[in-house]
């Protein structure tokens, strides 16, 4: 048997998976990453493996969801009684932060990043 499985074109091994809370292709997404929101912490043109099990907030996590005009990926925080999605690049006037809102929907947690050097 194999000790690989491929998603999204990429190859993982079932161990790195399983590490990442992956159990089966479907529980798995690949996202190509484009734009500079995320700063140096998910640089454009990355490739981020989203474990789609994991859709409760988590402090300081990564997510990608659905927002008005399309998927998103931010890291969010939890202050006072909410959640912030955030982006980690500094220009926060063309990035700014806005309410984490039950209505969006939750694709996932990342839990990999690969990209070009």
């Known amino acids: ?3 690989e499985d491929v998603i999204g ?4 091994r ?3 998976l399983r590490e990442c ?5 479907h529980e798995c997404v690949i996202v190509n990453v484009r734009g500079e929101s995320m700063g140096d ?3 454009d043109g ?3 493996l989203i474990n789609k099990k994991m859709r409760s907030p988590e402090q300081r996590k990564i997510y990608v969801f659905v927002k008005d ?3 998103l990926v931010k890291r969010v925080v939890h202050e006072g009684d909410r959640w912030i999605a955030r982006s980690d690049s500094d220009n926060k006037r063309k990035y700014p932060d806005f309410p984490f ?5 939750l694709i996932g947690r990342a839990v990999w990043m690969g990209t070009k050097l």
């Open 41 to 43: 912490t998910v640089a």
């Open 101 to 105: 809102e039950a209505g969006q929907t």
């Open 69 to 71: 005009d399309g998927p």
């Open 21 to 25: 809370g992956i159990y089966t292709p």
């Open 9 to 12: 074109g990429l190859t993982f």
């Open 14 to 16: 079932r161990e790195f």
């Open 1 to 3: 048997t194999s000790s």
């Open 46 to 48: 990355a490739v981020i």
